[in-house]
């Protein structure tokens, strides 16, 4: 299959190589010369100079994918629907807001353009290990499609086959699924980044105070405003983070991908001194929050792992300043340093 990749970052570019490594050809935009060079050279894709190059590298009915930062999505497709035909199909498998697919779709449909959400969860390591597909949309393009999705998607292989399924692996098996209409796609994979902050604080908290575990041996004021660790000789431990973090990986219930590349990431520096704590968030959290609370679903741990998001970047100063100045008025506590 001939597809169109428009956007080569991180994921387009290893999505492009993965493709052609599969032997499907492609055709790659990026607004970098640069990037389509460096792609063009290894022999990934052929490089389209402008979007209407690449449009017209394509017969029909052609099929074109674009991983672009949410913001720009639509700019992108006011340009390019007017060059498609019927029968073309668009793919969004960026992270956007699924109810702008809804939207999207209900505006291109009536050209007779078709357009797939396509979730996409693999991040860098998706070259290699795969990537995980929750698509949105029509049944005809999903299917005219399925032969690039496996081709992304882990395969079989990636898992032991869950208990109870037998025959023919279905595509989730494979890893790529087929969601529902427009929006399915992008839904899902917003709860899957939603359950990926919570899980992200959990592992975060807990081997943070793994870390502070010898609290018992600092030095503390005695005075009325640090609260007095009562019992110092139950916190005297000095462990070693990046053993923790392997040995869990071994057998343990909280074994995952994402301990394997946390316990990776201590290994390399267990001060983590590289990092300044800045923890930025795209929007999915937010948006899985908001519809856990127009579904009225409590959604409490991913609710916290989002505001820590904020806390990380100093966005609650105001809040925590004036919870300092409260104190000292009602009881004239004058606020301690941090250093």
């Known amino acids: 299959m001939r597809l169109g990749m428009i956007g080569l970052g991180r994921m387009g570019a290893n999505m492009s190589r993965r493709i052609a490594g599969d032997g499907h050809e492609v055709v790659g935009f990026?607004?970098?010369?640069?990037?389509?060079?460096?792609?063009?050279?290894?022999?990934?894709?052929?490089?389209?100079?402008?979007?209407?190059?690449?449009?017209?590298?394509?017969?029909?009915?052609?099929?074109?994918?674009?991983?672009?930062?949410?913001?720009?999505?639509?700019?992108?497709?006011?340009?390019?629907?007017?060059?498609?035909?019927?029968?073309?199909?668009?793919?969004?498998?960026?992270?956007?807001?699924?109810?702008?697919?809804?939207?999207?779709?209900?505006?291109?449909?009536?050209?007779?353009?078709?357009?797939?959400?396509?979730?996409?969860?693999?991040?860098?390591?998706?070259?290699?290990?795969?990537?995980?597909?929750?698509?949105?949309?029509?049944?005809?393009?999903?299917?005219?499609?399925?032969?690039?999705?496996?081709?992304?998607a882990p395969g079989v292989g990636a898992a032991p086959r869950t208990p109870g399924r037998t025959g023919d692996p279905a595509p989730e098996e494979e890893g790529w699924l087929h969601c529902g209409p427009s929006g399915a796609g992008h839904f899902v994979k917003m709860v899957h980044n939603g359950i990926e902050y919570?899980?992200?604080?959990?592992?975060?908290?807990?081997?943070a105070i793994l870390?502070?575990?010898?609290?018992?041996?600092?030095?503390?004021?005695?005075?009325?405003?640090?609260f007095p660790l009562r019992?110092?000789?139950?916190?005297?431990?000095?462990?070693?983070?990046?053993?923790?973090?392997?040995?869990?990986?071994?057998?343990?219930?909280?074994?995952?991908?994402?301990?394997?590349?946390?316990?990776?990431?201590?290994?390399?520096d267990s001060d983590l001194d590289d990092y300044a704590g800045h923890v930025s968030d795209s929007g999915e959290g937010r948006w899985t929050l908001q519809a856990a609370i127009d579904e009225g679903v409590p959604a409490n741990v991913i609710a916290s792992a989002l505001h820590q998001r904020f806390s990380s970047r100093d966005q609650g100063d105001y809040g925590d300043k004036l919870l300092s100045a409260m104190r000292e008025q009602f009881g004239g506590h004058e606020e301690r340093g941090t250093e």
Do not use: K
């Open 198 to 207: 919570g899980m992200m604080a959990s592992f975060a908290e807990g081997f």
């Open 30 to 152: 990026d607004i970098d010369p640069g990037v389509r060079s460096e792609l063009e050279g290894e022999g990934v894709i052929a490089a389209a100079s402008s979007l209407e190059d690449l449009v017209g590298a394509l017969d029909a009915p052609r099929n074109i994918w674009m991983m672009l930062p949410a913001a720009i999505v639509d700019p992108v497709i006011d340009d390019l629907v007017p060059m498609l035909e019927p029968g073309d199909c668009l793919i969004d498998g960026g992270n956007s807001y699924y109810r702008d697919d809804i939207d999207r779709a209900q505006r291109i449909t009536p050209t007779g353009v078709h357009y797939l959400d396509v979730g996409v969860s693999g991040g860098v390591w998706g070259l290699d290990r795969g990537y995980s597909l929750m698509i949105g949309g029509g049944p005809e393009a999903v299917a005219r499609l399925a032969p690039v999705f496996r081709s992304l």
């Open 211 to 226: 870390e502070r575990a010898d609290v018992g041996d600092e030095d503390r004021p005695a005075d009325a405003e640090t």
């Open 231 to 268: 019992e110092p000789e139950y916190y005297r431990f000095d462990f070693d983070l990046d053993r923790i973090a392997e040995v869990w990986r071994r057998g343990a219930v909280v074994g995952s991908w994402l301990l394997d590349l946390t316990a990776a990431a201590l290994h390399a």
